[in-house]
């Protein structure tokens, strides 16, 4: 069974572009996370979705970011304009349900230059 | 504000002795604490969690103690071995919230030197 996918791997982009990652859950987790590590910080959570519904998206940073699951599937999450201090891995993680164990992806490391 | 505070931020233990990583919190809410363990380049993977109603929980060379009076949970490797070698994460989840939802440390780069 395949696990929790993310892409890119790796991504630089200069300020002010904009920037679209993906993550692909494990088939049938209704729950989906996405996570930032900032260097040498703790890994932060971002939001979560419900199948295609954000059920939690207070740790957003600011309305720079949009994450989007269409259909309850796959998410993307877009950062525009992409400033510096956006640079640092971003990981997705998925659960079968609200008290199961979620399963993390690679991460795609963005780099803001 | 960190709600996950973890100790040391790096950690070389010779082969065959054992590590040990700290973490404390102060919000009595939490009430699942996960440790997870990340390899470069992959992501970070479910290694043993507690629930507060024990306070030691041992899988293979892998134990959490855990203090609900102090606020405070540690990981200990035993007979740590070069293959240990990664970053280990703390974390916690409230009470009745996915657990999914976590507040993690800062992590710990164990280095194990054979």
């Known amino acids: 069974e395949a696990g929790v996918t993310q892409f890119p791997s790796h991504s630089v982009i200069e300020k002010g572009q904009t920037v679209t990652l993906r993550c692909d859950p494990i088939?049938?987790?209704?729950?989906l996370y996405w996570y930032r590590r900032v260097m040498g910080k703790e890994i932060k959570f971002l939001l979560h979705f419900v199948k295609e519904s954000k059920q939690d998206e207070s740790g957003m940073p600011n309305n720079r970011f949009l994450a989007e699951r269409t259909g309850g599937t796959y998410s993307t999450l877009k950062v525009q304009p992409a400033e510096l201090e956006d640079s640092g891995v971003y990981f997705c993680?998925?659960?079968?349900?609200?008290?199961?164990?979620?399963?993390f992806g690679q991460g795609t490391r963005l780099t803001v230059v | 504000q960190q709600q996950v505070k973890q100790s040391p931020q790096s950690l070389i233990v010779q082969k065959g002795g054992i590590s040990i990583i700290n973490c404390a919190y102060e919000n009595t809410a939490f009430d699942y604490f996960p440790w997870y363990q990340q390899f470069p380049g992959k992501g970070p993977a479910l290694l043993i969690a507690?629930?507060?109603?024990?306070s030691e929980k041992k899988e293979g060379r892998f134990t959490i103690s855990f203090n609900k009076s102090a606020k405070q949970f540690s990981l200990h490797i035993m007979d740590s071995q070069p293959g240990d070698s990664a970053t280990y994460f703390c974390?916690?989840?409230?009470?009745?919230?996915?657990?999914?939802?976590?507040?993690f440390g800062r992590g710990t780069q164990l280095t194990v030197w054979p």
């Open positions: 993680a998925s659960s079968q349900a609200w008290n199961t164990e979620a399963f």
């Open positions: 088939s049938g987790h209704d729950n």
């Open positions: 507690i629930r507060p109603d024990v």
């Open positions: 974390a916690a989840a409230d009470r009745g919230s996915t657990l999914g939802r976590l507040y």
